[in-house]
């Protein structure tokens, strides 16, 4: 079965980097675009960055944009989330995540990913 397992978080002051790991397996993954999530207490999850099954396109919402960098290792079966700059705000676990299906278009809503992982913790102090 498709297990994507996160690694990389922890507890941070504003303005440090931290670089989020997503090991997958279960299947190709390289045919498989990815995505990263977050979920802050109280709050819905929301969709954080995408990237294509092959690296060509990359996706992220406003407030990370220029701060954070998804990339993948397709020999490696590995996705990468790096985070700079980091901000109290960023504070959630973060999620990395799959579709069913391999190829396509690139999605970012959560109901487009069909694996999760279980999740990590990123902790901003101010």
């Known amino acids: 079965q498709v297990q994507l397992v996160e690694s990389g978080g922890g507890l941070v002051q504003g303005g440090a980097s931290l670089r989020l790991s997503c090991a997958a397996s279960g299947r190709t993954f390289s045919r498989y675009h990815m995505g990263w999530f977050r979920q802050a207490p109280g709050k819905e999850r929301e969709f954080v960055a995408a990237?294509?099954?092959?690296?060509?396109?990359?996706e992220y919402t406003d407030s990370v944009e220029g701060r954070f960098t998804i990339s993948r290792d397709n020999a490696k079966n590995t996705g990468y989330l790096q985070m700079n700059s980091l901000r109290p705000a960023d504070t959630a676990v973060y999620y990395c995540?799959?579709?069913?299906?391999?190829?396509?278009?690139?999605?970012?809503?959560?109901?487009?990913?069909?694996?999760w992982g279980q999740g990590t913790q990123v902790t901003v102090s101010s």
């Open positions: 990237i294509m099954y092959n690296g060509a396109r990359r």
């Open positions: 995540a799959t579709p069913r299906d391999p190829w396509g278009e690139l999605r970012t809503t959560t109901e487009d990913y069909a694996y």
